[in-house]
């Protein structure tokens, strides 16, 4: 993928943990002028990264909102696919809530035994969120906010720093005040959005979203993870939706 001067979110996979619509799980690429970086990376992630022209072995940073197969079950194919098919030498940073290494290394030794166990040609460094803290991953500064979906307290909404711009991430929540510091002046905010009109537990709805609206202080509001009721809505809604494939340039 040719580098970049502007920021550009492409959106790899759109969909939610049930391939409703088709669509692919969760992933967001942010390509900008020092690197490139995935926001969640759920189990299809490498069928869209090819999809969408991006060589999985060019991207530096991914960073999962959550410890859920279809936001951070595709990192043990982008090792695979490192190891042996593009052979990287880049080294890769993997950024999430605790338990994030073990979980990865449990699915990795699941899916592919032994996988683990030979030496990798690029380094790996697991590093993790805290909301107290903010991180440097190169010249991105990322903050994340707690959430709630399920019963884990490490459930995060990213917000993502980078060239002058800022792409904040709701990742899967019900609603929070939370997700008002998250998204205040973004210039994107990508809200999960997986029903229409009723308020679903661990889930954001339409309603509530389009009531919320300027509240969130942010420039865009962007739909995401949606469910068969609000796929079923899709062209009759006054926010924006997005799909597999989308590319937003900031």
Sequence with gaps: MKESLS?????????DAFGSGGRLNSCFHISFPTGQMLLDCGCSSLIGLHRCGIAPAE???VVISHLHGDHFGGIPYLLLEGKYASQRTRPLTLIGPPGLQQQVEAAAEALYPGMLSKKFNFPTEYRLLDPKKTLQAGSAKINCFQVKHGDSQYVYGLRIEVAKKVISYTGDTEWTDNLLPLAQDSDILVA?????DQAVPSHLDYLTLLQKRKQLGCKRLLLTHM?????ARIAQLELEALDDGDIIVL
Excluded: Q
Aim: a negative charge.
């Design 7 to 15: 920021v550009s979110l492409c959106c790899v996979g759109t969909g």
């Design 59 to 61: 991207i530096d940073t």
């Design 192 to 196: 999960e959005c997986f029903a229409y």
């Design 227 to 231: 469910g068969p009721v609000m796929l």
